[in-house]
């Protein structure tokens, strides 16, 4: 079947499918609105159809996420790359789908942005359809292309798209982490995205208002580093920086900015998890003007929300070497180190974070799933933290 990728209403290229699997690339139409990093002409030997299978691919629901196997048999043992295809590529982070050719289908009507979706494949992952007849099944929803291996979905209140993202583990820690790392941004002047908790079914999730609009799209770090092939003499940092200019990024000192405050928020929390698919940069779709990074967001995987209370009480958190961080060093001490952290952050108004310790204890004792001495031992690290961080920013010499 032959198929046009669109950006909004602008036709960026022409594929075809063979048994629901992109079977070629067959033309290009606008190179301006290609997405970004979709072709990497330095990688010799892998053709623009295997590129944009992978780059179509990454749209579909990653197999890691939560109950995901009986999600898809509850819509008729459908495949994730099946339903990215049901639901035309549509996301509620960028501007792209696809259509097939011979459809009059328009970006306007279809849209998540400004149209209703179906909140069948949410209720799906969320192990909670209930479809007597399976022909009666919508398929059209952004949870299609929803990345992360969390439960999650998309729903709408009031008119505003929100996302709901549960926890993982017995304690179900992440939603409230969301909700702590945002306190501290906004205490802090970070530009962040705001969480809320909800408790559906004696299960915790988290709620975000969607940070993209009809007008914007969000545009994953991991794109932007693969514009240009990376030098083996070159830090992931400072090739990252390179790539955004490449883009056409003008304030890179701004953006370096925006990155230290965000490892910054991660240090305190000891975010394990700030992978270049979590954060990103946000640009206009009419007009693919930058407009900077995204708000701090995604920050869920922190606070040791994974460490049993036997290994805490042990000293694990005092442990340097042993919270891990990404994605430019392999411990938050040292990524504060090697980033230009004391020339954007050492004005942080960090004593806005003097009792931040009482902040934790409105927000977690709201988790009644979360041992008790578990929730007070992370009182006590969080504090410590915030004192150690604030020490490493001001004392770093680089």
């Not at 990497?40 to 623009?48: A, L, P, V």
């Amino acid at each position: 079947m032959n198929y046009i990728l669109y950006h909004r209403e602008i036709p960026v290229l022409e594929f075809t499918t063979e048994d629901d699997e992109i079977s070629d690339v067959t033309q290009i139409l606008n190179e301006e609105h290609l997405p970004i990093g979709i072709f990497r002409d330095y990688e010799i030997g892998i053709s623009q159809k295997q590129q944009f299978r992978t780059w179509w691919r990454c749209r579909a629901i990653p197999a890691s996420r939560q109950n995901l196997r009986n999600a898809l048999e509850l819509l008729g043992n459908i495949s994730t790359e099946q339903l990215v295809t049901k639901s035309f590529g549509l996301s509620l982070s960028d501007q792209y789908w696809a259509k097939p050719s011979s459809s009059a289908l328009k970006w306007s009507d279809i849209n998540f942005f400004e149209n209703d979706f179906s909140e069948d494949v949410g209720k799906a992952l969320f192990g909670v359809l209930d479809v007597a007849d399976i022909s009666s099944l919508s398929l059209l929803s952004p949870d299609n292309t929803s990345d992360g291996w969390l439960k999650k979905k998309w729903i709408i209140n009031n008119g505003e798209r929100v996302l709901l993202k549960g926890g993982s583990g017995e304690s179900q820690q992440e939603p409230f982490n969301e909700v702590l790392a945002a306190e501290i941004c906004k205490r802090l002047g970070i530009p962040h995205t705001e969480y809320s908790i909800i408790c559906e079914d004696e299960k915790y999730y988290s709620a975000c208002k969607d940070f993209i609009t009809v007008d914007t799209e969000l545009v994953s770090a991991w794109h932007i580093k693969n514009v240009l092939k990376k030098e083996n003499n070159v830090s992931e940092y400072n090739h990252l920086l390179k790539c955004c200019e490449k883009v056409g990024m003008r304030n890179i000192e701004e953006i370096e900015k925006q990155i230290c405050q965000m490892l910054t928020v991660d240090c305190i929390v000891a975010n394990s998890d700030r992978h270049f698919n979590n954060f990103g940069f946000i640009r206009n779709a009419n007009t693919l003007e930058w407009q900077g990074l995204a708000p701090v967001f995604d920050t869920g995987t922190s606070l040791f929300h994974d460490i049993a209370l036997k290994t805490l009480l042990s000293g694990y958190a005092t442990l340097p070497y042993k919270v891990s961080s990404k994605p430019f060093a392999k411990n938050h001490q040292e990524q504060i180190k090697r980033l230009p952290c004391k020339k954007y952050c050492s004005n942080l108004p960090f004593d806005n974070l003097n009792g931040i310790e009482i902040i934790f204890d409105e927000i977690f004792k709201k988790n009644n799933v979360i041992l008790p001495e578990k929730r007070q031992i992370l009182r006590v690290i969080l504090k410590d933290r915030v004192n150690e961080t604030a020490h490493l920013i001001r004392e770093n010499e680089n």
